[in-house]
């Protein structure tokens, strides 16, 4: 046996299933509303089990992050501490829009953010870019300015809270840099001079070294949709993405 300190997962999503079709699971489950907290709550239980004491959670629904963080922390049910982002900032039709606020530009963006501080967010996330698991969204597109993001970072830092960034391109991340965000998700094809960029400034990257390999090995397993894989192919010529 082995004693050890209690791991940290800085990029989890306790609403979604680990199986090859998250999102539409999520879909699913989203329509039964006990059976995402059961999911969740199950999800926080294995991540404890496996010595994982702190999670970070970077989206899902409040209604569902929210209360399991609260149980958690009040001892009614057993789980790692959970700092909870819950509702992600995207675009109307964006990356995870369907479990999102959603803003256009920096004014709609501020009010997103404090509308999710208000509700007891721990922690902002903004998707700077889009993503693999929604469909329609092309991973290698910005979705918001440098303002907009400086916009969603001064508000959570009145409010004593931090901010991170799905970004899967270099201009992305630069702009997250850029606009005093502290952390970036995934990061995607980073080129040398934005890493530096990113070093420079004390920004830290969360590579989820593991989803995309994961893809790669079973993209021929029917059950991955197809449009993650029709993504997967047509950015591995230009670097990762997340």
């Known amino acids: 046996r082995a004693l050890m300190p ?3 997962d800085t990029h989890v999503h306790l609403c979604w299933s680990g199986e090859a079709a998250p999102v539409e699971t999520f879909f699913r489950e989203r329509e039964e509303p006990s059976r995402l907290a059961s999911r969740a709550a199950e999800n926080a239980l294995t991540a404890l089990e496996c010595g994982i ?31 909870a982002a819950g509702a992600v900032i995207t675009t109307p039709s964006g990356h995870c829009h369907f479990m999102g606020r ?17 509700a007891g967010a721990d922690v902002l996330k903004v998707m700077a870019t889009g993503g693999m698991h929604t469909p329609g969204v092309d991973p290698r597109a910005v979705q918001f300015d440098t303002l907009a993001l400086a916009t969603v970072a001064e508000v959570a830092h009145a409010a004593e809270r931090r901010v991170t960034a799905h970004a899967t391109m270099s201009a992305a ?34 590579p989820t070294l593991g989803t995309r390999p994961a893809i790669e090995r079973h993209a021929s397993d029917p059950r991955i949709p197809s449009y993650i894989v029709d993504k997967i192919r047509a950015t591995q010529k230009e670097g990762r993405s997340g």
């Open 173 to 206: 991340v630069a702009s997250a840099v850029e606009a005093g965000i502290e952390s970036v998700q995934h990061g995607g094809a980073l080129d040398v001079a934005t890493a530096r960029m990113m070093a420079s400034a004390g920004t830290t990257l969360t």
């Open 102 to 118: 959603h803003a256009s530009n920096a004014t709609e963006a501020r009010a997103a953010a404090i509308a999710q501080i208000d």
């Open 53 to 83: 004491t702190t999670v970070r959670d970077l989206g899902g629904l409040n209604e569902v992050t929210f209360p399991l963080r609260d149980a958690i922390e009040g001892g009614f049910i057993r789980g790692p501490r959970v700092v």
């Open 6 to 8: 209690g791991l940290i």
